[in-house]
C-alpha cells in the first residue's frame, strides 16, 4: 500500500518561507515521477513542481519558479517542497504525488498516487 503523508503547511505572512515535507511508504520509488500539486479555493488543482525519482532536472511551474524547490531525501524516502518568498496567492492545500513513470506530466491524472494534502495559507 503506497502512502503519501504531507507536512509542513501553516499560516505565514507575505515575504516568507515554508518547507512542506511528503513521507512515503509502501514502495521503492526510485522509478517513480514525484510532484507538487495545488488547489486553491474555487480554482482548479495546479501543478506545481515535479522530478523523476532517478535524477534528471526538475521541473516548475512558472508562477513559482526561481522560489520554490522541489528536493528528496533518498535516506528518509522524504520528498520536500521549499517555498521561499510566498505570495497571497500561493494559499492552497497542496498534495504530494507519485507516478508508476519515469515522465514527468503537468497532468493531475497522470498520477497514480496522491496525499491527503496540507494547507498553506500567506498572509498579506
Known amino acids: 500500500q503506497v502512502q503519501l503523508v504531507e507536512s509542513g503547511g501553516g499560516l505565514v505572512q507575505a515575504g516568507g518561507s515554508l518547507r512542506l515535507s511528503c513521507a512515503t511508504s509502501?514502495?521503492?520509488?526510485?522509478?517513480?515521477?514525484m510532484g507538487w500539486f495545488r488547489q486553491a479555493p474555487g480554482k482548479e488543482r495546479e501543478f506545481v513542481a515535479a522530478?523523476?525519482?532517478?535524477?534528471?532536472?526538475?521541473y516548475y511551474a512558472d508562477s513559482v519558479k526561481g522560489r520554490f524547490t522541489i528536493s528528496r531525501d533518498n535516506a528518509k524516502n522524504t520528498v520536500y517542497l521549499q517555498m521561499n518568498s510566498l505570495k497571497p496567492e500561493d494559499t492552497a492545500v497542496y498534495y504530494c504525488?507519485?507516478?508508476?513513470?519515469?515522465?514527468?506530466?503537468?497532468?493531475?491524472?497522470?498520477?497514480?498516487?496522491w496525499g491527503q494534502g496540507t494547507q498553506v495559507t500567506v498572509s498579506s
Open positions: 504525488v507519485a507516478r508508476r513513470s519515469y515522465g514527468i506530466t503537468r497532468r493531475g491524472a497522470d498520477y497514480d498516487y
Open positions: 509502501g514502495r521503492t520509488f526510485s522509478s517513480y515521477a
Open positions: 522530478f523523476t525519482w532517478s535524477g534528471g532536472n526538475p
